[in-house]
């Protein structure tokens, strides 16, 4: 009597299976193959016998995948153990090193990611800040003076070289001088605001290094 031929099933049954096994959600190892291979010989007759041949081999293929498995699996137990015991024996620091030699081929080092870059990291930014200041109000100073408020008798410009011809004699000096004889904040204000402009086009020149204004 023919058998009825379930190959395309067996198929499609490891298939899956081996879907399942790429993507975590078995465990070949505890997977039981005989009922594929029982499902194999159940069916199989001299009539499908041409169907069943590549079931057999993917069939094959799976119990050569769970051999290896078990085979690396029984290694790792046993190079667990021989690192252990080896660990016991408390070996030189180059011995260890020995051990881990040809794991990896090629290595980069990265300066941004490395050990003392982090290490810097975590003691620079990783550790709580106590804000251990006290906010103030400014006093204000009284003064008749109100350069932002009044109409200026002069133009702009005007009153910049007349600053300009004021200050030319100090200079060279420091940034500081060029504001000491004034007092009133407005009017430090005011000449602050000259001396951008003056920078800017280039009547003034700064020195950073020596904070030193000129000519």
Not at 61 to 82: G, M
Not at 123 to 136: H, P
Request: charged fraction near 30%; proline fraction near 2%.
């Amino acid at each position: 009597m023919e058998k009825i031929d379930f190959s395309e099933d067996i198929n499609k049954k490891i298939e899956i299976i081996n879907d399942d096994i790429l993507s975590g959600k078995i465990n070949l190892l505890e997977l039981e193959l005989n009922p594929i291979f029982s499902d194999i010989k159940d069916s199989l007759s001299i009539f499908n016998i041409e169907n069943y041949s590549q079931s057999y081999v993917n069939a094959c293929e799976l119990l050569n995948r769970k051999f290896e498995e078990l085979r690396n699996l029984l290694n790792s137990l046993d190079i667990e153990k021989k690192f252990m015991d080896f660990l016991k024996e408390n070996p030189e620091e180059n011995e260890i090193v020995e051990i881990f030699n040809g794991c990896w081929n090629n290595y980069f080092e990265l300066e941004a990611l490395s050990l003392n870059f982090l290490e810097y990291a975590e003691n620079r930014f990783c550790k709580e800040r106590i804000m251990d200041f006290t906010i103030e109000h400014l006093n204000k100073e009284s003064s008749d003076y109100q350069f932002l408020l009044e109409i200026p008798k002069l133009k702009f410009t005007e009153k910049v070289n007349a600053f300009f011809n004021k200050i030319r004699n100090k200079l060279p000096c420091y940034f500081e001088e060029v504001f000491e004889e004034n007092i009133d904040q407005l009017k430090i204000y005011e000449q602050f605001v000259y001396l951008l402009h003056l920078l800017q086009l280039g009547k003034v020149k700064y020195q950073k290094e020596t904070n030193t204004l000129y000519v």
